[in-house]
């Protein structure tokens, strides 16, 4: 086994709270523990870091923008950007003077934006105006997420999850329900299903036809990471010692039992992401492994040796094209992977 | 990465919390604090870094009944713990009415937030003239000064000397523990306030060398630490949950009239560890609603470290500290403030894990 396949490596020496890619797939961002942001183009080609200043304190929640070239970030400067990695300072739109924008989302077909400060999510629209009164919750905020079909908006917070029209003309959620604090989010591919990821270190989701619904459980921590493989037949997830791969096929997940791909030490997943296209899942670890596992049985390959305490990997996400692999670590380092560099260091090894 | 320590700053409402706080903030002894507040009364105070948060309870579908966290601590501690720039600490100023249970078990049962901050010391404001009041009018004064590490009884010149030494023995039959520092206008020295770390293991015996009556500096900082949160799980299933029956939180016993008081134990035998853990487990276990704050050393039989532990509740930790020296006198002491504790019951239970 090769100690590293990385094909090019950043230290910016400075933390790094978030990793991210735009739709397009073309661009990849870095938040910064000093407010600033570095920017990757996504290509195999050897390339520098761009930088940009964009929040006074730091970014609390960076994701893709509706706009496909660019990213959505909001901070505990109480303001929100978009930012176009090809300008050279960050747009504000919106701003709430001593709040904290805890998190961000925009919709898949362009048309919403949505950020939350504590109970409250307020929506723009594609013109960046105000869409619909601020939508209040009981408890603050845990996480954001449009449908595929940018219909709804999903807010969890304790105990549920509240559902959203995005162009009712009645502000009124949906509520599901299930005692806890729901923090991460994320739909199913098809839409059909949402699932939270919740403090007490278990995922419960939704299936919306008949409000039928599961619970995952057995993690080692938090799940701070979840992904669909492209048509949406496993989720990956992170939180335990293996990467821990719900079936959504067959009937699953209820009554399933996952596939648990990846290590059998005892280092927990941190973040997972799945390949766009193929059937694989990349994983990183809270000691800076990072392995690709293929979801049909082959052996997963170590690509990056564990470093130890404090270099965790905090993002990983893959380019649009699923040839290159960037992986963020809570010491300041990206590295970059491609699956050239890969095939090498197995070759070699 | 070190741990930030975080100070919890208790107290009713006009004892002179706000003041505290605003002289920690003032005065130059070159550090910087993050400030989480749940009453804005910090107004005027020139700080980037002050943070207003909603008291959020959230409780724990864990299998522990008395397991509440504070989900805006969750929240605001992991935000502010992103930051490149850091801090020397942080202070969380509750507001009068918060139970300091949730605040303490935060940093037990987060993972995230454990990693990266440690609970430091809870410091509770009291009025000396307004406290025999507040006790007869609120569970939440008796609770404040129950999980006290420190007491400022502030306002003294406010009372005659008689009416503070009855004010002190009303502090003292809730907590027989905590260190009472006499102010007025909350003037007491920061360094008996910050920096104390009173939840840490290795400190307990530095900081306290009352403990077991003799003084002992020598700790071994490589000890492992275990955390117990109840059950734990690994093997991964998915349910429907309409065929479980959800977790049911049994209801706090809130009475006025419930009174909180603290016992000290002492054993010279040496303690059977696996008696002890069940003692102790089945004590958390039942009684962990009522256990406010625990603390021990204790004399292994066959082991020559010295065992401590703390705990909050049903949540319990415990470390190897240095050896015992070869002329100390070995004894094991625990120490218990919490409501309806039987001290018979304690003391036999106690006796029980000796050896012999």
């Given at each position: ?60 929640s960076?994701k893709?923008d509706a706009d496909?070239?660019?990213?959505l970030s909001g901070g505990?400067?109480g303001k929100l950007f978009i ?8 747009t504000l739109i919106a701003e709430h003077k001593n709040q904290w924008i805890d998190h961000v989302a925009a919709s898949?077909d362009s048309t919403y934006r949505a950020y939350s400060i504590g109970k409250n999510v307020h929506m723009l629209n594609a013109e960046g105006e105000k869409h619909g009164p601020a939508l209040t919750h009981?408890?603050?905020i845990?996480?954001l997420?449009f449908?595929?079909?940018s219909k709804r908006l999903?807010a ?6 509240s559902?959203w029209w995005t162009n009712a003309k009645e502000a009124v959620p ?176 | ?356």
């Open positions: 086994m090769p100690n590293s396949a990385i094909a090019q490596q950043w230290d910016f020496k400075l933390p790094i709270t978030a990793l991210s890619t735009n739709r397009n797939g073309d661009w990849v961002a870095a938040s910064m523990g000093d407010g600033s942001m570095r920017f990757l183009a996504a290509h195999e080609e050897v390339k520098d870091a761009k930088a940009m200043d964009v929040h006074k304190g730091i970014s609390l960076l893709p496909d070239h660019a990213f505990d400067d930012i176009d990695p090809k300008l050279d300072a960050p898949i009981p408890s603050s845990g996480g997420a449908s595929p079909n999903a969890s917070h304790y105990n549920g999850v559902l949906v509520k599901l329900n299930w005692k806890g604090s729901h923090l991460g989010l994320i739909w199913h591919p098809d839409g059909k299903i949402l699932l939270t990821s919740l403090q007490e270190n278990a995922l419960h989701g939704w299936r919306l036809s008949d409000n039928n619904e599961m619970r995952m459980q057995g993690y080692a921590a938090k799940i701070h990471s979840m992904d669909f493989t492209p048509k949406g037949k496993y989720m990956a997830t992170s939180g335990a010692d293996q990467i821990i791969c719900w079936p959504f096929f067959g009937g699953g997940p209820w009554g399933k039992s996952p596939l648990t791909l990846g290590g059998t030490d005892a280092r927990v997943v941190t973040q997972v992401a799945a390949h766009p296209k193929d059937e694989l899942v990349a994983a990183g670890y809270e000691d800076g492994m990072i392995v690709m596992a293929p979801l049909d049985g082959r052996m997963e390959v170590l690509i990056h040796a564990p470093i130890g305490k404090g270099s965790g990997v905090i993002g990983l996400v893959w380019n649009a094209t699923g040839d290159c692999l960037f992986a963020a670590t809570e010491s300041g380092t990206i590295l970059m992977f491609t699956i050239e560099s890969v095939r090498k260091a197995v070759t070699n090894a | 990465m070190n741990q930030i320590p975080v100070t919890v700053l208790t107290g009713y409402l006009g004892a002179g919390k706000t003041t505290l706080l605003n002289r920690i903030l003032s005065e130059p002894h070159g550090k910087k604090y993050a400030v989480i507040v749940n009453e804005f009364g910090v107004a005027g105070i020139d700080n980037d870094l002050i943070v207003g948060a909603d008291e959020e309870i959230f409780e724990m579908n864990n299998g522990c009944i008395c397991c509440t966290v504070r989900g805006d601590l969750i929240r605001v501690i992991s935000g502010l713990m992103k930051r490149a720039q850091s801090f020397d600490g942080i202070l969380i100023e509750t507001t009068g009415l918060a139970d300091p249970g949730p605040v303490a078990q935060t940093f037990f049962v987060d993972a995230d937030v454990a990693a990266k901050a440690k609970l430091d010391s809870i410091v509770t404001v009291v009025d000396a003239k307004h406290l025999p009041q507040c006790l007869k009018d609120s569970k939440e004064a008796e609770e404040q000064i129950a999980f006290a590490d420190v007491i400022l009884l502030n306002k003294t010149d406010l009372v005659t000397p008689d009416e503070l030494k009855q004010v002190e023995k009303s502090i003292r039959a809730i907590n027989a523990f905590a260190k009472i520092i006499r102010t007025e206008r909350s003037q007491a020295p920061l360094d008996q306030i910050l920096g104390l770390g009173s939840f840490d293991l290795d400190e307990i015996l530095k900081h306290e060398p009352d403990f077991l009556g003799a003084k002992d500096d020598h700790h071994d900082p490589h000890h492992g630490h275990d955390h117990e949160h109840g059950e734990h799980c690994h093997d991964h299933d998915c349910h429907d949950p309409a065929h479980h029956h959800h977790h049911d939180h049994a209801e706090h016993d809130h009475q006025h009239d419930s009174t909180i008081t603290s016992v000290s134990l002492v054993i010279d035998k040496p303690i059977d560890l696996p008696r002890f853990e069940n003692w102790m487990g089945d004590l958390r276990t039942n009684q962990g609603q009522d256990l406010l704050r625990y603390k021990g050393i204790l004399d292994i039989a066959g082991s020559d470290q010295r065992l401590a532990i703390q705990g909050v509740h049903m949540m319990m930790e415990g470390s190897n500290l240095s050896p015992w020296k070869a002329d100390a006198k070995r004894q094991s002491r625990l120490v218990f403030i919490g409501r309806k504790l039987d001290e018979k019951q304690l003391r036999d239970g106690f006796n029980l894990c000796a050896v012999g």
